[in-house]
């Protein structure tokens, strides 16, 4: 099989959605953004060993190597509207090449994002996704668009993903049924692009939590020149964290949920006014949201416990280089 | 040096053409095509070992590496706007980056490409650049757009990448003042940026000879479902062959000259009636064009010698997996 068979047996989208007017197939595809539209672009790059255990499961890589790309448009607040795709393979694994096709393109059908184009060549195992969304020109949800005042919500839960790799790595340990549980959500994230689009117009700032909750959030405080003061307990003890974690885990907790990373939840901030139309978002958009503290003008992010007293936080963001 | 430090210090890029309404720093960028323009895409994964040496000069692996995705670009008439860089190292090395970052932001200023985003990993050295350019609406240089009666041109000189390659592995030899020139053609490659911009309604289909000149018209000759008559004489001996190659392998000519691959120069389409507009279009950009032959009706790619003799030709485009 070559490279030229490969593309077309694993890798053929037949997806043209509104704003692609030419796919793959030649120097490059052309997009077309909607009238008074902006073009959101990110690019992720996934090594093995780094970013996935060389055990895991060729279509949750699929899946899980476009998700944590389509987390980055739904911090933006971006509908998805195509993506490319370069990878690199030490060979033509038919049946590896099968399941990743599989898992990447299942989610881009979900998410009406069409593959317009890529890369393919033999060398270590390497993913990198390229990913185009659309957002109306003022209601990107940008990390420099936190004010005073507003609240700090966080989606779904915090430490699972964490948890899966711990145990992965036997430093804890959960039963069959539980770690089936926490491995999905660390093998096969779900991007919060409904919650994203539900938010524009309602959030001022957000981030997608993919190094930690702190670190991101700190990069959204960094960013609006601003501080933040979080209630330990309204993450720590509440719906942001799963029933799994609490009661697994409770040692880890605390790092795991404010530090863990690979949680692919959003991190956005919203003026108190906006309340109601927050939680109308969370529904809409079937995520949770939990509202975990707020914005101040003083610059640090501070944390106080269930007692009012102050918790000392350590951020330990991942740095592929510290 | 940690992972944002790294970006800060080496990957900092100020270059904020129109059409970028956010730079890196967010989940995503911005970009905001003018209106009636299409914007074009295009990926390129250079991985070491398969697309250059490992004694390769750093500064010349980060003009390439943008260089190859700028020549995408040129072959659909697309204006540089922005770029993505996702950057796998073993570690991170500041002389290498140093060398690597001048290199590449050298060639995004002197193109207006602005670097908008992307990612760092520890891993394997991968360099994967993603580029997005703008191109009226239908103006495209598409490869499904050649018409019979149509010339073939192609621009600059072929085969000398090519023979940089073999001196290296020792299958070629040049006195020093010869290897460095085409050696300079291997590492250095110059997108034909100009040369595309300027054939926007003149020429009918262009692709960007990375393969081979027989494989990547082959892709433009399947695309339209048309053939074509190459004049070998008009390729070999002529002006799209540098005279270090004519003179120094002969031997190795024909096949470097049309198999070579890593050429990054246009091979296009254009009709009769508009020769004097192709000679203006060249011109213009400062590169030399030769008219190489003709579209056909019947399917195939044909070749007649200086006698008008057939010549076989045996195409051998490059292909990771085959």
Same mark, same amino acid.
């Given at each position: 099989?070559?490279?030229?068979?490969?593309?077309?047996?694993?890798?053929?989208?037949?997806?043209?959605?509104?704003?692609?007017?030419?796919?793959?197939?030649?120097?490059?595809?052309?997009?077309?953004?909607?009238? !008074?539209?902006?073009?959101?672009?990110?690019?992720?790059? =996934?090594?093995?060993?780094?970013?996935?255990?060389?055990?895991?499961?060729?279509?949750?890589?699929?899946?899980?190597?476009? &998700?944590?790309?389509?987390?980055?448009?739904?911090?933006?607040?971006?509908?998805?509207?195509?993506?490319?795709?370069?990878?690199? =393979?030490?060979?033509?694994?038919?049946?590896?090449?099968?399941?990743?096709?599989?898992?990447?393109?299942?989610?881009?059908?979900?998410?009406?994002?069409?593959?317009?184009?890529?890369?393919?060549?033999? !060398?270590?195992?390497?993913?990198?996704?390229?990913?185009?969304?659309?957002?109306?020109?003022?209601?990107?949800?940008?990390?420099?668009? &936190?004010?005073? !005042?507003?609240?700090?919500?966080?989606?779904?839960?915090?430490?699972?993903?964490?948890?899966?790799?711990?145990?992965?790595?036997?430093?804890?340990?959960?039963?069959?049924?539980?770690?089936?549980?926490?491995?999905?959500?660390?093998?096969?994230?779900?991007?919060?692009?409904?919650?994203?689009?539900?938010?524009?117009?309602?959030?001022?700032?957000?981030?997608?939590?993919?190094?930690?909750?702190?670190?991101?959030?700190?990069?959204? =405080?960094?960013?609006?020149?601003?501080?933040?003061?979080?209630?330990?307990?309204?993450?720590?003890?509440?719906?942001?964290?799963?029933?799994?974690?609490?009661?697994?885990? &409770?040692?880890?907790?605390?790092?795991?949920?404010?530090?863990?990373?690979?949680?692919?939840?959003?991190?956005?901030?919203?003026?108190?006014?906006?309340?109601?139309?927050?939680?109308?978002?969370?529904?809409?958009?079937?995520?949770?949201?939990?509202?975990?503290?707020?914005?101040? &003008?003083?610059?640090? =992010?501070?944390?106080?416990?269930?007692?009012?007293?102050?918790?000392?936080?350590?951020?330990?963001?991942?740095?592929?280089?510290?």
């Amino acid at each position: 099989m070559g490279e030229f068979e490969l593309i077309r047996r694993y890798f053929q989208h037949a997806l043209r959605p509104d704003g692609v007017a030419l796919g793959n197939g030649d120097d490059c595809a052309l997009l077309a953004p909607a009238p !008074g539209m902006r073009l959101a672009v990110s690019t992720d790059m =996934l090594v093995e060993g780094r970013h996935f255990l060389s055990t895991v499961d060729s279509e949750a890589l699929g899946h899980k190597a476009l &998700a944590v790309n389509l987390s980055d448009l739904a911090a933006m607040g971006a509908k998805p509207l195509a993506f490319t795709l370069a990878l690199s =393979l030490p060979r033509a694994d038919e049946a590896w090449l099968a399941g990743f096709s599989k898992g990447l393109l299942a989610l881009a059908d979900a998410h009406g994002c069409a593959l317009v184009g890529g890369d393919t060549t033999a !060398g270590p195992l390497n993913i990198c996704i390229t990913v185009f969304g659309q957002v109306p020109q003022h209601q990107a949800l940008r990390r420099d668009a &936190a004010r005073v !005042g507003d609240d700090v919500y966080v989606s779904g839960t915090l430490g699972d993903a964490r948890l899966a790799l711990e145990v992965f790595r036997g430093k804890a340990h959960l039963d069959a049924a539980d770690f089936a549980t926490v491995r999905q959500r660390m093998e096969r994230p779900t991007p919060r692009v409904a919650l994203g689009l539900a938010l524009r117009g309602v959030a001022h700032a957000a981030a997608d939590v993919s190094d930690g909750l702190l670190g991101d959030l700190g990069h959204i =405080l960094a960013a609006s020149g601003t501080g933040a003061e979080l209630r330990a307990g309204d993450i720590i003890s509440s719906v942001a964290v799963s029933p799994i974690l609490t009661s697994a885990a &409770a040692h880890f907790l605390p790092d795991f949920a404010l530090n863990g990373g690979d949680d692919y939840e959003l991190v956005f901030t919203a003026p108190p006014s906006a309340r109601a139309q927050v939680s109308q978002a969370a529904h809409t958009a079937q995520t949770p949201v939990t509202r975990i503290g707020t914005i101040t &003008a003083s610059p640090g =992010l501070k944390c106080v416990g269930p007692d009012g007293a102050p918790v000392t936080l350590t951020t330990r963001s991942f740095d592929h280089f510290a």
